[in-house]
Structure formats: C-alpha cells, structure tokens
C-alpha cells in the first residue's frame, strides 16, 4: 500500500508529451468537405450484408471520427491513470489533459471561469445535478418552475420530481401550431414566481430551435433563471453563455462527436459556489471529519467520485474536431442536408413533416407516413442501410400534443450528404412497396 | 417473392383482420401498450361455462407485426380452453407468425399474447366470484 504513497522518481528536466496534446491541439481549419466522412472510420464499413450505412440518428447518438477513437485508445495505452492529484508521471499527464478539456470546453462556450465547466455523466445527470442542488433547499410552495411541451423527459421529468418534493409547480409555455414556443404568450406563464426557465435549444423531435436570447431576456426580467438543455443544439450551432447570458447549460459528450459516458454542466460560478453538492463521497470534499465534512472548491465540489477519465479527456478531443470544422461550416453543411431532406420528404404524398419550417429548425426531419406505421417503417429502411429512430423519443408529452403515438426520425450531421437523403427517400417507397400501401 | 419479415401471412392479417373490434358484452376485456412505440392492443374474450373461449375479438393501432399478431392471436385461440390458454407458450406464439422477429420486434409480435395470459390468468380468479355471488 505505502509503495503507492512513495515519492515517484520523477527526474525534474521530465518533458511531458502527451499525444491529445491539449492546448497545443493542431486544428484542421482548412478542412475540405468531402474528407469529413473519410475522419468517421464507421461510415465507411459496409453493414453485416455488405449495405453501406447511411446514419441518420445523430440526435440520439453522433458517430465518432477517428482523433477520438485514437484518444481513448491512446489514454488506456499510454497514460492512463485515475485522476485527481496521483502524483507520478500517469496521474500528472491525465490531470492536466482533463483540465486541458474542461479549458477547451469552457472557451466553446464562452465561459468565463473554467471551473465553471463540470464534468457529469451527461445532459441527463447536468439538469438533475440541477435540480437537485439548485432546486431542493430553494424552491417551495408558491415558486413556479416554467417548462413546455416539446422538451426531452430528460428537462422535464427532474422538475416534475422537483416541483413535487418541494411544493413548486409546474408551467407551460404554450406552442406554436407549427411547435415553436409561442412567446406571445409567455405573460401567461411567466410571472414574478417564477424562478427557473428549463428550455431546450433545439427540439429533438421537430427540431425547432428555440429563441434563448429572447427568453433569458424575458426570464431575467422577473428575476428567473435559465437552465438551458444544450443537447442537441451544441453540437450543431455556436453558443456563448455571455450572450445571451444562459445560468445554466447542459450537453452530453457523445452527440457532439466525443464518448459517451461524459457530458457537461456549465453553471454561473456565483451560482454554483452557493448550490448544495449534488453526489457525496470523494473528491468533492475539503475536509471530511466524523460526523461532518465541508466542500470541495469548484469544479471538484460537483465531481464526486472517479470522473470518466478517458471519455472527457476525448471529448476536448472532438471539441477541437468540432471547432476545427467550425460551427459555419457546419451549420452551412446541415442547413443544405435539412432544406434537401425537408422538401424531398414532403413531395411524398401522405408524408407528414412535423415541426416549423427550416428556418426555424435544425437538421432533425420527424416525419409520419399514414400509409406505413414508423416501426415498420424504420424496420424497412434499415434493409436499405438506414439508421433511424421510431417511437416517441423520450418525448411523450409532444406526441401527445402532435397526435401520434410515434415517429420516425431522420436527423442529421456534418458526415452526411444528399446520398443519405437520396437513400432514405428510397427507402420509404421501398417500404409502402412491402406493405403493399404505395 | 414473400418478404422474410412481412410476409403474405402478417400482410393479410394486418391489411384484413380477423375479428378486428369489440364484443357486445364480453366475459372479459384487457388493453396492453408497448411504452417504446406506442403500439397497442386491447383484447376481449367471450369465454363459455365450459372454459372454453367461444370469440375472441381484438383493436388497438400499431406496426404490423403488432397488428396482425392480434388477429393471428384471435384466430388461434378461438375454441379452446383456459386449460389450453394457459399451456399456450410465447414460443408457440412466435412459430405462428411463421416469421423470425428481432428482440425488439418480438415485444410487438407477443403484445397480444402479453394480453391474452394476463386475461387467463385473472379470469379464473373473477369467475370464481362471479359464480360465488350468484350462488
């Protein structure tokens, strides 16, 4: 046991060389567009039949370019350790590449402090981390928390459980027809009561993106915070925490490209410093007696126990891939994939799009086909090669304000091209073919 | 050609079910949901004083595995009793579909089924009283 303790033999003039080299990290700004698929190994091997794959669930989960493959291979490899203070060589390397991360994820953003980025699991645990430190010993009965229909269980259901152990309710901001918050409409429900906004910035299911600037705006002004769940927009659109000032931002790793296993929390560090802890045991303590302990500083105060070392140490990795490509390029890539898809799909008769029109959208496609019910029809297009997703999308609430029990998601990212589109379009013929309904 | 997974058999079943509806006063009704993609199917049994089910007539909406299922389900099970219901396996009820289903798709293809063992096992329990009370 003490070996572990012993002062390792360092020798001073050691230069470390870790290979996800951080800071230092070579972008690819020059990047040409065609070679973007050729950076996602996966999307070149054909499927157990020999079909290639045409992957469109980006929304649920994004393909990963080779520099992150490498980056975990490389962590276990050649420098893996437990993080945190181990002070040989490993423990060194792997801490400042965690940190090198967290300084890349908090300039993405646009956050002021680095420790304002906190490591979690994922989008998932950053808004119930949220919940549950920021809410609990702050909300009670006569506090409003405002929600709306188009959000993920995963922004809705922590507050319900929120708003039920304290005694808070819950509210709605109405939608559009076309399934955008109808913002002239939010005196209706929001109020000098309430005291958090949870939005999503864009809509896994339709899409939509949501108006954030106008919202903190309008929420600020009655004294509310913004909790906003970025897990589908940050992989997709630029966002700076500054402007509009956002108090809370939620995103998971894997949908921007990284593993998964490591999302994050960005928070305002004046409001993190006064929240409760969230997880208890190690790391996020300062001194721990008998009976009890105080906290750690920020970040470690909210990253209790063994980080996902490897996975967040890749995700600084994706987020230089991201960056590299940069977000116009992106967005200028999946607007023409959206704007394609969008219109090719709805030349086909008894094909239904839901959600706005494209300028208010992302490169999500939900669609229903009356002919073919979505299970069938994802079941068939999966002959063809295609990857989509049925069902309700963690997203049962906005079913049930569209009418429909399911549908069937395209979504897109910058790996993709108009042959996806051209084989997805194929695909839905193929499949009113087998159910004999074209 | 037939397909391997929506063949003639689920096709038919599914574009003309068989006993697609609801019974005037059935012995017994019971709905269940498939939470992932919302199929659903509701099931209703006309069962005779000899355990033996006279009409078994099924709704709900959903893929067509789940569909025709229900209707392969109804037809099937039409003149035999609980005694046979309740020895009537998942696997039986996945070789009468003729096709090979996925994980995934074998929770639409035994939706019904799901349906029909939760209707035969509470109905002897419902029966027993019903046959107390009248006594």
Known sequence: MARTMRRPRLRPEFQFRFPVSSCLFETRGQRVVGTIRSDFPILGRPLSDGTPLVYLDSASSAQKPQVVIDSLSECYSTYYANSHRGVYQFGVQVDEALEGTRARVAAMIGADHPEEVIFTSGTTMSINLVASAWGRSRLSSGDELLVNEMEHHANLVPWQQLASETGASLRHIPLTDDGRLDLERLDECLTSRTRLVAVTGMSNVLGTVNPIGRLVERAHAVGALVLVDGAQSVPHAAINVQEPRIDFLAFSGHKIYGPTGVGVLYGRRELLEKMDPFLCGGNMISEVGLTESSWAELPAKFEAGTLPVAQAIALGVAVDYVQGIGFDEIGRIETALLREAQQRLSEIPDVLIHGPAVEHKGAIVSFTDERVHPHDMAELLKRKGVAVRAGHHCTMPLHAWMGVVATTRASFALYNDSTDIDVLVDGIQYARKVLRCD | ?135
Do not use: W
């Not at chain 2, 019974?23 to 355990?51: A, F, K």
């Not at chain 2, 006279?54 to 209707?71: L, M, V």
């Not at chain 2, 035999?80 to 798709?105: D, G, H, N, P, S």
């Open chain 2, 1 to 135: 050609m037939s397909d391997e997974l929506y063949d003639e058999l689920i096709l038919d079943h599914y574009e003309s079910p068989y006993h697609r509806g609801e019974l005037e006063s059935p012995s017994c009704t019971h709905t269940e949901h498939n939470p992932l993609c919302g199929d659903r199917v509701q099931l209703q049994l006309q069962i005779g004083s000899d355990q033996r089910i006279e009409q078994a007539f099924f709704d709900g909406e959903g893929c067509a595995i789940s569909q025709a299922a229900a209707s392969i389900l109804c037809e099937h099970i039409e003149g035999k009793t609980l005694e046979e219901i309740e020895a009537f396996t998942a696997a039986a009820m996945l070789e009468l579909l003729k096709v090979r289903l996925t994980a995934v798709r074998q929770r639409c293809g035994l939706l019904g089924f799901k349906v029909l063992k939760t209707l035969a096992y509470s109905y002897d329990g419902s029966h027993d009283e019903a046959a107390e009370a009248s006594a």
